[in-house]
């Protein structure tokens, strides 16, 4: 994000875009696409994703169980910090930590996206979405979590007041509707140790398939950090901030 902290809590980014394709997406799509690439992503291997369906019919009490799989491509910056997921009319871009900036990270997603527009030709953009999760860890003793988050679960008098754990979610509604952020905030105590650790997930999205051009990409990223900087540094109080620094 473009507060710098000294330890930034940011595990994974991830920038998804997810489209509807006019041309052919084969072998040849993919070196074309690899060449484009590989200068900052010289490494690539074959990933695969393993589904079970499960299909039942009460009338004649019968259950089906179709299990399948399918590959997709990957390709890895040589510190394998970076990378890139790459199945048909799904592209993604993930940075993993240490994230050092928006601005390290933002012409990232600018070459890939851009050298998958120039090697096949889509029809429409269906979801783009950029995601940020955070993990840190908070010292247990005589914790009070007013005093450090701003979102969290609140807990009325005739509730019992000490918690073990907690799950706190959240959709945001940003540019009229257009766009949704959903925020996912909660914690696990570490075993054998006296700190907890809590983890924040923002997801923002692009809600309407089709609802921005090609053109506007690069708008609607800067505006979807803007909006996910902006409640990561509500959600959290100063006490929280000073732990990053």
Same mark, same amino acid.
């Given at each position: $994000?473009?507060?710098?902290?000294?330890?930034?809590?940011?595990?994974?980014?991830?920038?998804?875009? !997810?489209?509807?394709?006019?041309?052919?997406?084969?072998?040849?799509?993919?070196?074309?696409?690899?060449? /484009?690439?590989?200068?900052?992503?010289?490494?690539?291997?074959?990933?695969?994703?393993?589904?079970?369906?499960?299909?039942?019919?009460?009338?004649?009490?019968?259950?089906?169980?179709?299990?399948?799989?399918?590959?997709?491509?990957?390709?890895?910056?040589?510190?394998?910090?970076?990378?890139?997921?790459?199945?048909?009319? !799904?592209?993604?871009?993930?940075?993993?930590? %240490?994230?050092?900036?928006?601005? /390290?990270?933002? %012409?990232?997603?600018?070459?890939?996206?851009?050298?998958?527009?120039?090697?096949?030709?889509?029809?429409?953009?269906?979801?783009?979405?950029?995601?940020?999760?955070?993990?840190?860890?908070?010292?247990?003793?005589?914790?009070?979590? /007013?005093?450090?988050?701003?979102?969290?679960?609140? $807990?009325?008098?005739?509730?019992?007041?000490?918690?073990?754990?907690?799950?706190?979610?959240?959709?945001?509604?940003?540019?009229?509707?257009?766009?949704? $952020?959903?925020?996912?905030?909660?914690?696990?105590?570490?075993?054998?140790?006296?700190?907890?650790?809590?983890?924040?997930?923002?997801?923002?999205?692009?809600?309407?398939?089709?609802?921005?051009?090609?053109?506007?990409?690069?708008?609607?990223?800067?505006?979807?950090?803007?909006?996910? /900087?902006?409640?990561?540094?509500?959600?959290?109080?100063?006490?929280?901030?000073?732990?990053?620094?």
């Amino acid at each position: $994000m473009d507060k710098q902290y000294k330890n930034s809590p940011i595990t994974e980014v991830i920038c998804e875009f !997810r489209f509807e394709l006019e041309d052919i997406f084969d072998q040849k799509t993919v070196d074309l696409f690899f060449n /484009e690439v590989k200068d900052k992503f010289p490494k690539k291997k074959r990933g695969q994703v393993h589904q079970v369906n499960f299909e039942i019919n009460s009338k004649e009490q019968k259950q089906n169980i179709d299990n399948s799989s399918y590959d997709f491509d990957q390709f890895f910056s040589d510190d394998k910090k970076k990378l890139i997921q790459l199945d048909k009319e !799904r592209l993604s871009i993930h940075k993993l930590k %240490p994230y050092d900036s928006w601005r /390290e990270f933002y %012409p990232i997603i600018s070459l890939v996206f851009n050298s998958y527009i120039k090697v096949i030709k889509i029809k429409s953009i269906q979801r783009i979405g950029l995601r940020y999760i955070n993990n840190f860890e908070i010292p247990s003793s005589s914790f009070d979590i /007013e005093q450090y988050f701003n979102l969290r679960p609140i $807990m009325e008098k005739g509730l019992p007041q000490n918690l073990a754990s907690f799950m706190v979610g959240t959709v945001f509604v940003f540019e009229d509707g257009r766009d949704n $952020m959903k925020v996912q905030f909660l914690n696990s105590p570490l075993a054998g140790s006296d700190k907890t650790m809590f983890v924040l997930d923002m997801d923002y999205f692009l809600t309407n398939p089709n609802s921005i051009q090609i053109d506007e990409v690069d708008r609607w990223i800067a505006n979807a950090h803007k909006n996910v /900087e902006n409640v990561f540094e509500a959600a959290l109080k100063e006490k929280t901030k000073a732990l990053f620094d």
